[in-house]
């Protein structure tokens, strides 16, 4: 073995195998179950309706030919599941025999995901299910839990307080998730690098456009500025690929993990997303080591010296800690008051489900039936698709002056004479083979330019130019779109002289 062999293989083996406090897993821990909750408890009332036999669960293997892959339970024993999931979870962020609640999580929330792959199997859960595997194959539960309080340390730290007595363990769990994050992202971006809409920023654009997610502040906003969509496309797909590569220490970290921050939260903003972003930002926490949490550690401790409330509230905590003192002998009782907490936790679900009566079965008029619909909205449902009207093909058209690759780069209604005036029609997808028709009116209506392009079927938009020469009347000019005779859009601009001068009443 050469001196460089055994080189590498000792970085690493120290990459992989070096004892560290697992400070950024139990972080990862407490964090995670409370950002899965907002998936989870909204469709606890309908877990009978998802994931039995009662209801219409849609499993994953049915699109793949395999019909029952998975077991169907009936509703009640469904319902259990799901409450067994919810505790597991609890426990887990909490820190209540950590193993086996990450294990119990892990199955449960990869069956139940993919009982209903419609609505609740998505990118985020795939990343979750492979998180929550990790972790319960790490020691994230031997600090910051009730485990590690149960287990009656020699000294249990608060965040900020020094940590020389917790016990070491190897970084391949945390390197694990660390690696499978980078993983994500550079196959997001190989994904992206295959869908050319992606680069002239057309998918991003009609994403914005709509809430198909949920409701976004400014993605409408930013979808009318279609030269920014392609800096962010290009910018996207160079930090997902340099990610894995430049995430793991020095200056490259404080780069590529805040603009990771950002980009998620743009994505917030822009297009909706809410779980996604947040699973993601669970997942830098493992990126914290030792030398993070001492530097966050004495600045906490700096700021508690300075703050008298501060210092007043960690010593009524250090006063409760002891108090409680550590119950060793709590620990063997501890693991039978998991299993009967998990058993009557269960119960009490299936008992409220059963008193919500989702199905209605104790009601003095029976059970729900389903009610036959007016014979008008019949006829509208069963009759023939109505085809699209021609200006449903259209978007919007626009002027400028700058192209920038096929995007318009500045939107513009004032020109000036010697200016050229780039018009730019975007067609909605999809359409047939189309011949669009510019038609230039002036002040009085009177048409002054016509041109005319064939827009094909894979066409996103097609453009239009206008040379104002001197001799170009200023004034207010009319920009008519039409195809097949029709008119289907107009734009406004104002023509000023050379000087930058309206036109004289």
Known sequence: MTVETER?????????????????????????????????????????????????????????????????????????????????????????????????SAVLFTYFTMMDYVSSMTKYT?????????????????????????????????????????????AWPRRLIQLFI???????????????????GDMLQYWMQTHINFKHPIGEYISLYPILLVAF?????????????????????????????????MTTLTLGLLMFPMVCYCTYLSFMDE??????????????????????????????????????????????AFVFSMALFAVANVEVEHWLDLYGERRAEGKYTLTQIEPDEVAKLMAPTEPFRVKDRFLAVDTGTILVGDRLANRRTQFRQGETVIAQCNLIPPHEDMYVEFKLHDSENRIVSRQGNIATRELFRTNFNYTLTDSTPTGEYTLVVETAGQPVLRKKFLVQDKHGRAAAN
């Open 8 to 104: 590498f293989s000792k970085r690493l083996d120290n990459f992989f195998f070096a004892p560290e406090v697992p400070y950024g897993l139990a972080l990862l821990r407490i964090a995670f179950p409370i950002v899965l909750m907002g998936m989870v408890l909204p469709r606890w009332h309908v877990a009978r309706e998802l994931y039995s036999t009662d209801g219409a669960p849609a499993q994953l293997s049915v699109g793949y030919g395999y019909m029952d892959i998975l077991p169907e339970f009936s509703g009640t024993i469904a319902v259990a599941l799901y409450a067994i999931m919810i505790f597991a979870l609890i426990c887990t962020s909490i820190g209540w025999c950590t193993r086996p609640s990450l294990i119990i």
């Open 233 to 265: 496309a290009y910018v996207t797909i160079v930090w997902e690929i340099m990610f894995i590569f430049l995430c793991w220490k020095g200056s490259w970290r404080l780069l590529i993990l805040p603009v990771g921050i950002l980009f998620h939260f």
């Open 126 to 170: 795939v990343i979750a299910t492979h998180l929550l595997t990790i972790l319960s194959l790490s020691q994230c539960g031997s600090l910051w839990s009730v485990d590690s309080w149960l287990a009656g340390r020699k000294r249990q730290s608060w965040p900020g307080e020094p940590s020389i007595a917790y016990e070491k363990f190897p």
């Open 182 to 200: 980078g993983v994500v992202y550079f196959g997001a971006a190989i994904t992206k690098m295959h869908t050319p809409l992606f680069f002239t």
């Open 291 to 336: 030398d993070d949490y001492r530097q966050i550690a004495a600045g906490f401790r700096r700021v508690c010296r300075r703050s008298a409330w501060m210092k007043s509230a960690m010593t009524h905590v250090t006063a409760w800690r002891e108090r409680i003192g550590n119950p060793v002998g709590w620990q063997t009782n501890a693991r039978a």
